[in-house]
């Protein structure tokens, strides 16, 4: 990796560093605003003069919060649940179908490769009514797996595309060399593909992870009853007839604090994981 | 060979959707089970719950009642209660109680018949709780045909908060130090210019807002046509009338007074901002519900806000609506349901409480003489001569086709003539027919 | 019957590795070979067809059929036949029409803006040496937060007259000149909700550039660097030809999100001013929701499907050369 910088001058590699301060106080400005609003009493965010910083920091706004909704905690763990189970399956899936896509030849390949991108095209808000009588009728209203199902449906469509892009980038002789040496197409995807493939698998898994975590819509119509909402509808339960500034920095700060705690620890492997998709030749 | 293949998973995925797709329709529950279950199941919005004291009005039911269980669901939308219509046509229900907006919502039930009535499927109106107690825009808004689908807990009506410090720092006050109150939209725009203040070019304190949002324009305009004709319809008494000397009287000005920036257009996109415009100290004089006073006073303190009649709102009335409750043919504890409402949500605590910290007016009269502040005296005679809104099967069309046509006026891409047009139009094209 | 012995031959090659003398005799055969893989590449479909198919399917062909119907699912009692008058009355509802350019406005904004951005970022990512951490947490920080508390959050950023931004320019930098009703006035509100899309969407696009500058091969940059290119050469004869695949997949991203915007506008504006930033979605959304129009809305939803399709397929054709 030392040698695929593009400048090694170090005049240059300065004004990157300045320009990436720059980027990156941008991109998280408004998050540490939300997260500092979430100190704040409520009279000092619409009050007169606003500050940055607190005048009085206080924790009232966390307090509201964990005194109101004790099922706070099964939020979390709805939200955990389905988004855990929903990146597995769907990574499981479009790895393979990926893969099939981009290196097994059968008929009407195209076709339902097309097919698959059209479903995503739809907007998912006119099939809602739809979906919640499916789920009625089979009585997966209100349970984790009823959300499960539908969110992997959601974000498979993308994955697999992206996993088909990332096999095709692999250069067939890698296969073609597994398969002289007699693996059958299961160990080939397995063995040889899968490995080389892990910057995509990052990838999806990253997409999976942050659609799932953040779905809204799909939640918010088939979770009903408080014991069975995610974090995205449960947290909606604390907006007031309009929401109060603080605490929607709180509930902000709340919701992002699992997936910032997972990036930042998984980060390294992550995007390691991005970055193997080297290959010499 | 993988034709065959493929035509074989294809024939596994109809099965698989024809299981989906099938599905038994359970029979509809008689209406109101001879035995009923003790428990009452009631759901509303966040605010809801909070605002109309529902937690301890439960509490103080099942207190009385040992035997009784009430569970509380929060819904997150509205969209929600509507996908329960599925629930209810098949007989079944999570909830008893469901606390909605006026009958304008509850009317996608009525078409299916999924909802009681409460003139006689349930005989509510009896003892101490005949149709005369209530506050007469709360009833009538609950109505469709005439016919009562939903119970009042809480009335809003729209009028003109003010910061009444402003007011004192403008002179804006009589021989007493109370603010004046502007009695044609042309004062009030004298008033909002002496209330403006800009230094060095930015504002510092905000003479006027008014409700011009996407959400809410439809209930500026009816507001301030009862205010200023007594009546929102035309001659025909049906279609709601745009084209008349009064209206364009009140375009002209504010279109003026936003002009100038007098009137401020923030609540555009966010129905909200003037509220908390108001809430920051910044802003003079805000047409909105009035329980934003209640709001205002929070951090500005009671003696700061005021409430008092935008023009015509004492004499002609402005725009009411109802927030109630509707119970679903599928409950199978409905009288049990109408006890607690009865009993505690049309009660003293809850009726007075939700006055007194939220500022919004409760659905029976002789709560108002309760009320701690004397404001109230003055939203009781607003609401008392308010309109509720007009029971169109199209009314959503109304609400989402108004805000674009007032706002393009108000930014000079449509002249005065125009926008009137559009209006006229836009009433002629609706189906103005209850369901 | 059939279907029995393709069932056995996997199982052959699956379980019994031993057998390997007999499978290379028989691998030796290429046409069989690509036989096995097709049905492999069913197999290998068939789960996630499965999911689909029972998820998506079923909500799609009953919209499908609604399309071409009546129905106001709240006041009729049954869909009624209309063939293609709900196609042809979209076009005909300046509404519509309005939505269509609007929506057309934002995407190619946003388009180019996120794939622009998401590209010098990457490739600024890229050219770092130093650890990257830093920088990366804070860029891709913004795709974690919920887009609907982000919208309701900027709306608070940008109110006109208690703002943080309004405050930043006028009491802090002191250009009272610059500070404005962001999102009320027609000249900004639409270029505000792209901004807040971009911020809240770019780090994706920056990690898939990432990867696919990760993975060119290094003996290309070693080889242009010694033929003496500077970094822009570099950049525009090197890279950008060679992340042909990765454009496919951002492109797509970008279209998708583009075109089905729905909450910023929502949450932020309505819609407002006037009409200015109503999106096609939320003009679907409307017509199904607030009017109870399911023939209709479903066949606005197909609309816009197709348009969707079409750049998909357009983004597609471009970049993808065509090798089997």
């Known amino acids: 990796m030392k040698s695929k910088s593009l400048t090694y001058n170090s005049k240059s590699q300065w004004v990157l560093a300045i320009l990436l301060v720059l980027i990156s106080l941008v991109f998280i400005t408004p998050v540490i605003y939300a997260i500092v609003t979430s100190f704040k009493l409520e009279k000092d965010i619409i009050g007169s003069s606003p500050t940055f910083f607190p005048r009085n920091p206080s924790f009232e706004n966390y307090r509201y919060i964990f005194e109101r909704r004790g099922v706070y905690l099964l939020y979390y763990y709805n939200s955990t649940v389905i988004t855990i189970a929903g990146v597995l399956i769907t990574t499981v899936l479009s790895t393979m179908c990926g893969y099939a896509f981009a290196r097994l030849p059968f008929k009407g390949r195209n076709v339902i490769m097309g097919f698959i991108l059209f479903i995503v095209t739809f907007p998912l808000a006119v099939l809602l009514i739809p979906i919640y009588i499916m789920e009625y009728e089979v009585g997966l209203l209100n349970t984790n797996l009823g959300l499960i199902l539908p969110n992997v449906t959601t974000v498979l469509p993308f994955s697999i595309f992206v996993m088909r892009g990332i096999f095709r980038s692999i250069p067939k002789e890698l296969e073609e060399s597994a398969e002289i040496d007699g693996a059958s197409v299961f160990a080939t995807w397995w063995k040889i593909m899968m490995p080389i493939g892990l910057n995509g698998i990052s990838i999806v898994i990253i997409f999976c992870f942050y659609n799932i975590w953040g779905e809204y819509i799909l939640a918010r119509t088939l979770a009903t009853q408080t014991p069975a909402m995610p974090l995205t509808v449960g947290l909606t339960l604390l907006r007031g007839e309009g929401w109060s500034y603080g605490i929607l920095g709180a509930v902000i700060f709340l919701a992002l604090l699992p997936p910032v705690i997972i990036f930042m620890i998984f980060q390294k492997q992550l995007i390691e994981g991005i970055t193997k998709g080297a290959i010499k030749g | 060979m993988t034709k065959k293949l493929t035509l074989t998973v294809l024939l596994l995925c109809v099965s698989m959707m024809l299981v989906f797709a099938g599905g038994a329709q359970e029979e509809a529950k008689p209406l109101g089970a001879a035995v009923e279950p003790k428990v009452v199941r009631i759901t509303g919005q966040s605010w809801m719950i909070q605002k109309i004291l529902i937690e301890e009005a439960a509490e103080r039911f099942m207190k009385d009642h040992p035997d009784v269980k009430v569970e509380i669901l929060t819904y997150a939308e509205d969209s929600v209660i509507s996908n329960y219509a599925i629930d209810w046509s098949r007989g079944k229900t999570p909830v008893d109680i469901a606390i909605v907006q006026g009958a304008q919502f509850a009317a996608q039930f009525v078409a299916r018949d999924l909802i009681y009535n409460f003139d006689d499927e349930l005989d509510f109106f009896t003892g101490d709780f005949t149709r005369d107690k209530f506050v007469g825009v709360g009833l009538e808004s609950s109505k469709i045909q005439g016919v009562t689908y939903e119970i009042p807990l809480i009335t809003e009506a729209y009028a003109l908060v003010i910061n009444n410090k402003m007011f004192e720092e403008a002179g804006l006050v009589d021989a007493k130090g109370n603010p004046l109150v502007p009695k044609t939209w042309d004062e009030f725009y004298q008033f909002a210019k002496k209330l403006h203040k800009v230094q060095g070019g930015v504002v510092v304190q905000q003479g006027a807002s008014l409700q011009w949002s996407v959400t809410n324009t439809y209930a500026m305009l009816l507001a301030t046509l009862r205010g200023a004709r007594g009546t929102v319809y035309g001659d025909d008494g049906v279609s709601i009338s745009f084209d008349n000397p009064e209206f364009r009287e009140i375009l002209r000005i504010w279109k003026k007074g936003a002009d100038e920036g007098v009137f401020s257009k923030e609540m555009y996109g966010d129905h909200f901002a003037g509220r908390n415009s108001l809430m920051a100290n910044k802003l003079a004089m805000l047409v909105d519900s009035g329980s934003r006073w209640i709001e205002g006073a929070s951090t500005l303190g009671k003696e700061s806000v005021t409430v008092i009649p935008f023009p015509g709102a004492d004499t002609n009335g402005s725009y009411g609506w109802g927030t109630g409750i509707i119970i679903p043919k599928a409950s199978p504890a409905p009288n049990l349901a109408m006890q607690f409402i009865k009993e505690q949500l049309l009660g003293q605590e809850v009726q007075t409480g939700t006055v007194n910290q939220y500022g919004k007016m409760p659905a029976l009269l002789k709560y108002f003489e309760m009320a701690e502040d004397p404001e109230w005296a003055v939203m009781k005679t607003i609401a008392d001569a308010s309109g509720a809104p007009p029971t169109y099967k199209e009314f959503s069309k109304f609400q989402k086709a108004t805000p674009p046509i007032l706002q393009n006026f108000l930014d000079g891409r449509l002249t005065l003539d125009q926008a009137i047009n559009e209006f006229e139009a836009l009433v002629k094209s609706l189906d103005k027919s209850t369901i | ?324």
């Open chain 3, 1 to 324: 019957m059939y279907s029995a012995s393709v069932a056995g031959r996997i199982l052959n090659e699956w379980l019994i590795p031993h057998k390997r003398s007999v499978i290379l005799k028989r691998t030796q055969n290429l046409d069989h070979r690509r036989k096995v893989k097709a049905s492999m590449g069913v197999i290998f479909t068939f789960p996630a067809f499965l999911f689909i198919f029972t998820f998506m399917i079923y909500p799609l062909f009953t919209s499908f059929y609604y399309s071409f119907t009546d129905y106001n699912y709240v006041y009729d009692k049954k869909p009624v036949f209309a063939g293609l008058k709900n196609y042809i009355s979209a076009f005909s509802d300046k509404d519509f029409i309005v939505t269509m350019k609007n929506t057309a406005v934002f995407a190619s904004s946003y388009f180019v803006l996120v794939m622009l951005l998401g590209l010098i970022i990457a490739l600024m990512l890229f050219s770092f040496k130093k650890g990257t951490g830093f920088f990366r947490t804070c860029i891709f920080m913004p795709i974690v937060v919920p887009i609907s508390l982000a919208a309701i959050l900027f709306n608070w950023v940008f109110a006109e007259n208690f703002g943080l931004l309004n405050f930043i320019i006028g009491d802090v930098l002191n250009l009272q000149q610059f500070t404005r009703g962001w999102l009320t006035s027609r000249s900004t509100a639409m270029g505000t909700i792209v901004l807040v899309t971009i911020w809240s969407t770019v780090g994706f696009q920056t990690i898939l550039f990432l990867a696919g500058l990760q993975s060119i091969s290094t003996d290309i940059l070693e080889a242009a660097k010694i033929d003496g290119a500077n970094a822009l050469q570099t950049i525009t004869r090197v890279i950008l030809p060679n992340l042909r695949e990765t454009y496919v997949i951002t492109g797509i991203w970008a279209i998708l999100t583009g075109l089905k915007v729905f909450v910023q506008p929502s949450v932020m504006t309505g819609g407002s001013p006037g009409n200015a930033t109503r999106v096609m979605y939320m003009h679907i959304y409307d017509n199904a929701f607030e009017y109870f129009e399911m023939g209709y809305a479903t066949a606005l939803g197909f609309i816009l499907s197709i348009i969707i399709l079409i750049f998909s397929l357009i983004n597609l054709r471009i970049n993808v050369k065509e090798d089997d």
